[in-house]
């Protein structure tokens, strides 16, 4: 659950729309990267995400 509101979050597809990427509050470009303290930084948080993409990527190519 997310405790920020961003008018270019959706909230459906957790996706940054300004960016086109995966959302990750506090990110380079992020409208809240400039005003907001995060107890997890950034850098950690984009590695984790991607991470996690490509495990549902990788259990999904062995689905199919």
Same mark, same amino acid.
């Given at each position: 659950m997310s405790s920020f ?13 300004? *960016?086109?990427?995966?959302? +990750?509050?506090?990110? $380079?470009?992020?409208? *809240?990267?400039?005003?907001? +303290?995060?107890?997890? $930084? ?23």
């Open positions: 509101s961003c008018p270019h979050f959706d909230m459906e597809k957790d996706y940054c729309q300004r *960016l086109h990427t995966d959302c +990750v509050p506090g990110r $380079p470009g992020c409208v *809240l990267s400039q005003n907001s +303290v995060f107890a997890v $930084p950034v850098e950690q948080r984009i590695r984790e995400k991607a991470e996690a993409r490509e495990r549902k990527r990788d259990k999904q190519a062995g689905q199919g």
